[in-house]
């Protein structure tokens, strides 16, 4: 049908270009964000670009959600200000029968969010914590950079180097603050340079001073050195079993229903059924007076898409807490969204008034009574 097409290219372009706009804010965003992490020492400098790319794929469920809401909206809100809608209006068709080619639009849309949120979302969330991790587990010498204080992974060592040669096997005014067993150490040096011996790396530092005092006592014990060793390498880290719930994939949060799978699984799913839902609440909120305008509308539009996507939120802490089970609050969420939506849609497709309905309720009261 020629009115369907038309429509479903507009849809094609509007989707296409607010998708394209709000990539681009959310990499934006992202990238100051992850900036900021890695300036705090929370990934390492050069995985900024893998951090952000996984960070925005994990967005765009949501991302292409709106894309598809607003594309609906505007879409539709147009052809009412054009007085398009009045000539199919006219044809005998109601707002009902506009579901049938945004549905047709939509629907490679939702396949393509209920992919993301299922497969690719714990996917991307466990690359970012496994980069996370391998930079919280480097090394020592790793992690000293000249000109900056590094504390070691374990917190007990703290690193000063004021310049390097290649390779950073060498370097000149080492400092070293070092609390471990009851004991505060501070050594410091004008040269240290690596050196392997078996399986081991030691870390040798020439003309420098050691002090050292037992924690909440005031001696100090002060010796020089011509040559001082101290092994270093990678600090153990306590190895744990414990994974992130938002890293696990789908198939397995199935296989074990607890509270905290179920609250992840809820969000998962609901990024699917809220996409459903927001095809029907943009048809429905499209509506539009020409000689009032849409601003209202779009106000309302954006509010009760906050609202919703904050729900989903919530919801995943309360059945993470038990507070609610997931059948109930999946179905009262989804499923009054989705009652509420489609009485919206009815009522615009059939002309409905609040007043018709009140007095119908009204007139029926009073045959009741009477």
């Known amino acids: 049908m020629l009115f369907h097409s038309s429509t479903r290219q507009e849809l094609a372009r509007s989707f296409g270009a607010t998708l394209v706009v709000l990539v681009t804010v959310v990499m934006t965003m992202t990238l100051i964000r992850t900036l900021g992490q890695a300036s705090r020492g929370s990934f390492n400098p050069s995985d900024v670009t893998l951090v952000m790319g996984y ?10 959600t709106m894309s598809l809401f607003i594309a609906i909206f505007g879409t539709l809100s147009r052809m009412y200000r054009d007085s398009e809608m009045v000539i ?26 209920m992919a993301l949120a299922l ?3 714990p996917w991307s969330n466990k690359k970012i914590e496994v ?3 391998q930079y919280e587990r480097r090394g020592d010498i790793e992690r000293v950079e000249p000109g900056q204080f590094q504390e070691s992974a374990g917190g007990k060592r703290v690193f000063f180097i004021e310049k390097n040669t290649t390779g950073k096997e060498s370097g000149s005014n080492v400092f070293i603050a070092t609390t471990e067993t009851g004991k505060e150490t501070v050594t410091s040096a004008r040269r240290g340079q690596i050196r392997r011996v078996d399986q081991d790396r030691f870390l040798m530092l020439s003309n420098g001073q050691r002090l050292e005092n037992e924690i909440g006592k005031t ?23 414990y994974v992130p719930v938002n890293t696990r ?21 609901g990024l699917f059924l809220a996409a459903i839902n927001f095809v029907i609440i943009g048809t429905a909120v499209s509506s539009v ?19 919703y996507n904050n729900l989903l939120n919530l919801g995943q802490n309360w059945i993470a807490s038990g507070k609610f089970s997931f059948g109930a609050y999946m179905l009262g969420l989804h499923g009054s969204v989705l009652l509420l939506g489609i009485f919206w849609v009815a009522k615009g497709h059939n002309n409905w008034h609040w007043r018709q309905l009140w007095g119908a309720r009204a007139t029926a009261m009073t045959r009741t009574s009477s």
């Open 55 to 64: 960070t925005v794929l994990a967005y765009m469920p949501t991302i292409l």
């Open 88 to 113: 199919w209006f006219g044809s005998g068709r109601g707002l009902a029968s506009l579901l049938r080619p945004l549905f047709r639009f939509a629907w490679p849309v939702l396949l393509v969010v």
């Open 119 to 121: 497969l690719v979302l």
């Open 131 to 133: 980069l996370k991790d």
């Open 219 to 241: 001696e100090f014990k002060i010796s020089e050195f011509e040559e001082y060793g101290t092994r270093v390498g990678e600090d153990t880290l306590v190895i744990t079993d």
């Open 249 to 269: 994939a789908t198939h397995e949060l199935l296989k074990d229903l607890s509270l905290l799978n179920l609250g992840e699984l809820s969000w998962r799913l």
């Open 289 to 307: 007076n020409p000689r009032v305008g849409r601003s209202a509308n779009l106000v309302f539009s954006l509010f009760a898409f906050i609202l």
